[in-house]
């Protein structure tokens, strides 16, 4: 028998309608659509939409500011939507778009106006001590190449786009500005610049990792015990040039003395520019990351939330 006659008679048994061809006929028309569905929801762009991570401490709005931008609803009379504050290990996002060059506002439906959309995910995170781990993790990835899984991940991690702070500027403003808040939004805010340096410092690969831009939104402006947006950054400054002094004098007073190991950590883990006596965002341009501070409200009456969203629609 030729190879021709085989493979008509292998046509034929599978062209007759026994109770095998047509199970495997209805088998595939079944399975088809489902994995068409894996293959393509596996490539989605979902997965890799640019992504605004919003940090901060405990209370500060983030959860608030989250709910506002995903209703586009300012509440002027009432108390803020219902949000929960977001309390669980794992990160809840909303799906959010612009339009292409970056001026819609969040209150525009861009479905009904037919624009095309640029969409990004706004990610919030536990803001409890605790749990920022997430956050900081985040931040510190560093697009690296070698095992496939560490390249998605870090693929995944370039679409970071943006880190939006969020601080309780009222609660600042208690205890003259030299209350527990102030220390702790400082030090949150400390460790995510740390990470943002450090991500911008160790690539192990030729190509830069993605500079990441920092607003420090400075929230519920409409309180009128709240600080200045310009206060809050001179505030803030200061308390973190406070916080790298003692740090840096921790990691000399650990025994190691001058050596060339312990000079090199320290300038390591010194935020902005090393051997600087006072603290400034602007030193933090030297590792490329961008810090502005804009003050907002998310409830209440104030200077709203446009410019925040304004901030992150220039950097999607
Ligand atoms: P999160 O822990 O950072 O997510 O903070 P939430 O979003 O849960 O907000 C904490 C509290 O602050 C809630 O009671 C909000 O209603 C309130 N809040 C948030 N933004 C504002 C604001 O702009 N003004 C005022 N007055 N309260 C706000």
Known sequence: M?????LKNALEASLK????????????????????????????PYNTLPSVLLVGPSGAGKTALLTLYERGLLPKTEKPAPAQTHTSQTPASVELAVNEDGTSSFRDDLDASGSTAKKFLLVDTPGHAKLRRFALSRLRNIPTTTSTGKTSKAKKDSKLKAVVFVVDAAALADSDGRGDSLAATAEYLYEVLLALQKRMGSSQTSRMPSSVPVLVAANKLDLFSALPAALVKSQLETEIGRIRKTRSRGLLDSGVGADDLAATEESDNWLGEYGSEKFTFAQMLEFYTEVDVIGGNVAGDGPGADKWWKWIAERI
């Open 2 to 6: 030729t190879a021709m006659d085989t």
């Open 17 to 44: 309608p026994t109770p095998t061809v047509m199970l495997v006929g209805l088998a595939v028309v079944l399975l088809f659509p489902v994995l068409l569905h894996f293959i393509l929801s596996a490539s989605t």
